[in-house]
């Protein structure tokens, strides 16, 4: 299962510096684990590591027998899960949420980090509704080699791309495939395949079209590429995808690929 099911998020305060702080504690059953404390560490140095602006920020790690936690930013706004049950955003608001995604998930790839369970739970939000990545718990670090057992999907079914659910080499195009979904999901109110069950999710990765986005047709071009089945038809990189969203924006055609 996801090591999100074995923890434990709670609301805290750092007493010396008067800090309200978000706390992710390992479950007692888990806490002396091999496996899932490997994990939890990994995730502890590699947010660590990935300082940016719009990837929530890690204050501390303690570890200890029976106990494991991470103490990181809190965020008021909730997260966009909450935002898009409510139904579509306004394509300004969503062209802001984009920037600030894409700039954190690039700053990722550039240090050879995959993020692997891009989805709407997993961006915060801030009272100002400025977005932030969260979540790296199973985040792939391209510089260290992993075995993936074959018939283990290492991702969110719904948001999965092909590769994550052959168990196949996952590159930064995996997250840039987790991106189309998630843009597309904001911009139509619903995910872009209904599932659902993990078994539907997985047959509509691999073979069902991505549906035209009523509300914003001129956009589907770049969704289409961004969930191409074949990581090598996708975007070669965020930025790429962010400037084609930019180009729709402003009224320009796509450049043909």
Request: proline letters at 10%; hydrophobic letters at 45%.
């Amino acid at each position: 299962s996801c090591p999100a099911e074995r923890l434990l998020s709670h609301r805290a305060v750092q007493p010396l510096v008067e800090r309200e702080v978000a706390i992710k504690i390992v479950l007692p059953q888990y806490a002396d684990h091999p496996d899932f404390i490997r994990r939890f560490e990994a995730e502890a140095q590699l947010v660590a590591r990935l300082e940016h602006p719009y990837i929530v920020p890690l204050y501390d790690y303690w570890r200890e027998p029976g106990v494991a936690y991470l103490v990181m930013r809190l965020l008021r706004g909730g997260s966009l899960e909450d935002r898009v049950r409510a139904g579509p955003l306004a394509l300004e608001t969503v062209a802001v949420l984009l920037e600030q995604i894409g700039a954190a998930l690039h700053a990722a790839h550039r240090a050879g980090v995959v993020h692997r369970d891009l989805k709407p739970s997993n961006v915060l939000l801030d009272e100002d509704g400025n977005a932030y990545l969260a979540d790296f718990g199973i985040a792939k670090n391209l510089n260290v080699a992993e075995q993936t057992q074959v018939g283990t999907i290492v991702a969110s079914p719904a948001y999965a791309s092909p590769e994550q659910i052959r168990s196949q080499t996952v590159l930064p195009q995996a997250d840039i495939y987790g991106l189309g979904v998630l843009l597309y999901e904001l911009l139509a109110g619903e995910k872009p395949f209904p599932g659902p069950t993990p078994i539907d999710y997985i047959q509509q990765h691999f073979s069902a079209p991505l549906p035209a986005l009523v509300a914003h047709p001129e956009l589907d071009p770049l969704l289409r590429r961004a969930t191409a089945k074949d990581p090598a038809a996708r975007y070669p990189d965020v930025p790429s995808l962010l400037a084609d969203f930019r180009r729709v924006l402003a009224g320009r055609p796509l450049p043909t690929v």
